[in-house]
């Protein structure tokens, strides 16, 4: 009987023996192992694919390795990215713009959704009200990197005409304006 028990840092998307950090265990994986076979140094040398993947027995890179890098051959794990989303103009964020992707939960601008699978992704722009939001927009989330997009409000604007009566007051210099701008003659 054998019993593996495995210490150290081991990424859970991908497998135990995924040496090259593709999220596979397969021949890429073998021949990195090959290298460091019966090496007593353990991960000396190898700190980004040390194939000691059962250092807690002290014995380096040996069979009961091997038994495990073969318990996962051809396994493949989850591989998964990440997505950061920039949302602009700052008066847009304070007035409530947010994100989302897949219909998860709102995030804010600069948040950074982490454990995404790889492929394609749709992500969504909260309503504000007075803004124009960004279109939805589908983003590729690729393995073990961080995808960046960012989506730009545009304020929501209109105009406005004003027509003085009677003609009388117009003759006598009434004018109009709009949140203390400028003053502005009847049918500006």
């Known amino acids: 009987m ?28 073998l021949r990195r192992f090959a ?9 000396v ?3 980004n694919d040390c194939a000691d993947l059962d250092p807690a027995n ?13 318990a996962n051959w051809r396994v493949i794990g989850v591989m998964t990215g990440s997505l950061q989303v920039t949302i602009s103009p ?6 409530g713009a947010q994100w989302r992707v897949d219909g998860g939960p709102w995030r804010d601008s600069g948040y950074t959704e982490s454990g995404l699978s ?7 722009y909260s309503v504000v009200s ?26 929501q ?13 117009i003759t006598s210099g009434a004018q109009w304006r709009v949140d203390g701008g400028p003053w502005r003659d009847s049918g500006g």
């Open 58 to 70: 002290g014995n380096g890179v040996d069979m009961v390795d091997f038994s495990v890098l073969a």
């Open 130 to 155: 007075g803004w124009n939001k960004p279109a939805d927009e589908i983003v590729q989330v690729n393995y073990n990197q961080t995808t960046t997009t960012s989506g730009t409000y545009i304020l």
């Open 2 to 29: 054998l019993t593996v028990s495995f210490v150290g840092s081991v990424r859970a998307d991908c497998p135990v023996g995924d040496l090259d950090g593709d999220c596979e265990v397969n021949l890429e994986d």
């Open 45 to 47: 040398g190898h700190p």
């Open 118 to 124: 790889v492929g394609s992704h749709t992500v969504e």
């Open 157 to 169: 604007t209109g105009s406005l005409q004003v027509t003085i009566s009677p003609p009388e007051a």
């Open 90 to 95: 700052s008066v847009a964020i304070t007035s």
């Open 35 to 43: 290298d460091q076979w019966l090496d007593l140094a353990g991960c």
